[in-house]
C-alpha cells in the first residue's frame, strides 16, 4: 500500500483542461465585437481613431441607456415598447420650459424663467410616470406586458404630439443645451458619460441587490419566486419604472445635445434597444442576461451602424443587415436555451 501511495504521489497532477466549445459559447458576442472591429480596421483606417470610436458611443448612447431599462422587462419575462415614446414625452415636456424667453412659442404662452435643472426633473419624472403605470397594469390587472407597453407606447405619442401639435420646440436655452453638447476631460460628451454611469448602475442594481435578485427569480419561475415570499406585483413595478426612468433621461439629454424638442424623437429607439440586449444575450425566455452583455450588444450594433456607414453601405441595406443579425441571435438564444432545458 505504502509503495502505490508513493507511486501516485510521484505521479504528475492532471491539468485542468479549457473546454474551448464552453469558452467559445459563453463569449461568442465578445469575439465577434472583436472580430468585427478587426475587419473593419482592415477596411478602413479611419475607423479604429479615437474621434470615430467617440462618435459610436455618442451615436449609440440614446439607444443604449433604453437597452439598459429594457434588458431588466426582458429578462423579468417581459417587455417595454413604450420606451421610444417615453423618449418623446421627456424631449417636449423639458424643452418647453426652456426656451429663450424672446422667443414667441404657442406651447407654454407667458412663460417665465425656468431653471435647467427643473426643466431636466420635469421631463424625466413625466417619462418615468410611464413606467410607473405600465409596471400597474401588468403587475395588478395582469395584462401581458406587450399589450401593455404597446397601448403606453401609443398614448405617449399622442401626448407628445398633442402637447406640441406636431411642431418642434426650437430656440433652447444656452444652460439647458450645455448639459447635453458639453464635454468632460474635453473629449468625451456628457451623453456618453451618463451612459457608462447608467450602465454601471444597471450593473450594480442587477448584480450586488435584493432587487436583481428578484428580477432573475420572476423571469426563471414566476410563480416559485412569488412561493419563495418575493413580493412580485411590487417588483414589476419597479422594473417598468426603471426602464422609463432610463428612456427618459436618454430623451433630456438628446433633446439638450439636439437643442430642439421633438414628438416624433425616439421612433423605433425601442427596437434597437429590444435588438441591442438579445444580441447581448439577454434570454426572451426569461431569467438569463447581463449588463456587460447588453453592453457589447449595444456596440456590435453600433459598430455595424458606423462601419457600414464609413465604407458607404446603402443604409437600406443598413437595417436588411440589422435584421439579420437580430433574427440570427434569437435563433441562438433558442438554441441555447433549449440545450439547457
Not at 113 to 118: D, I, L
Request: proline share 4%; charged share 10%; net charge positive.
Amino acid at each position: 500500500m505504502q509503495v502505490n501511495e508513493n507511486i501516485a504521489g510521484s505521479l504528475p497532477e492532471k491539468k485542468p483542461r479549457i473546454d474551448i466549445k464552453s469558452f467559445v459559447s459563453k463569449y461568442t458576442i465578445f469575439i465577434i465585437l472583436l472580430v468585427m472591429i478587426l475587419i473593419l480596421s482592415i477596411a478602413s483606417p479611419v475607423f479604429l481613431t479615437g474621434r470615430n470610436i467617440v462618435n459610436i458611443f455618442t451615436a449609440e448612447a440614446g439607444r443604449g441607456l433604453l437597452a439598459f431599462g429594457i434588458a431588466f422587462c426582458i429578462i423579468s419575462r417581459g417587455i417595454d415598447l413604450s420606451a421610444g415614446s417615453v423618449v418623446a414625452v421627456s424631449s417636449v415636456f423639458s424643452a418647453a420650459l426652456v426656451q429663450e424667453l424672446s422667443y414667441s412659442t404657442l406651447i407654454i404662452p407667458n412663460l417665465v424663467y425656468v431653471p435647467a435643472w427643473v426643466a431636466v426633473l420635469v421631463g424625466a419624472l413625466l417619462g418615468t410616470s410611464f413606467g410607473v403605470l405600465n409596471g400597474l397594469l401588468i403587475a395588478y390587472t395582469k395584462i401581458p406586458p406587450f399589450i401593455a407597453t404597446l397601448g403606453s407606447q401609443v398614448i405617449a405619442r399622442g401626448v407628445a404630439l398633442l402637447f406640441t401639435n406636431a411642431y418642434p420646440i426650437p430656440m433652447l436655452r444656452k444652460d439647458f443645451t450645455i448639459i447635453g453638447q458639453g464635454n468632460m476631460f474635453g473629449f468625451l460628451p456628457n451623453i456618453v458619460v451618463v451612459f457608462l454611469v447608467f450602465g454601471v448602475i444597471a450593473y450594480v442594481l442587477l448584480n450586488w441587490t435584493k432587487f436583481g435578485k428578484n428580477v432573475y427569480a420572476i423571469g426563471g419561475n414566476v410563480e416559485a419566486a412569488r412561493a419563495a415570499g418575493i413580493k412580485v406585483e411590487r417588483n414589476l413595478v419597479a422594473i417598468y419604472t426603471w426602464s422609463a426612468l432610463c428612456a427618459s433621461v436618454a430623451g433630456v439629454m438628446i433633446t439638450s445635445r439636439a437643442a430642439s424638442g421633438i414628438a416624433s424623437l425616439g421612433l423605433s429607439y425601442e427596437l434597437d434597444a429590444i435588438a441591442a440586449a438579445t444580441v447581448g444575450g439577454v434570454s426572451h425566455a426569461g431569467g438569463i442576461g447581463t449588463i456587460p452583455g447588453v453592453f457589447v450588444g449595444i456596440l456590435v450594433l453600433g459598430v455595424i451602424n458606423n462601419g457600414l456607414l464609413i465604407l458607404g453601405v446603402s443604409p437600406y441595406l443598413q437595417q436588411i443587415i440589422k435584421g439579420i443579425i437580430i433574427v440570427v441571435a434569437v435563433i441562438v438564444d433558442m438554441r441555447k436555451t433549449s440545450k439547457k432545458a
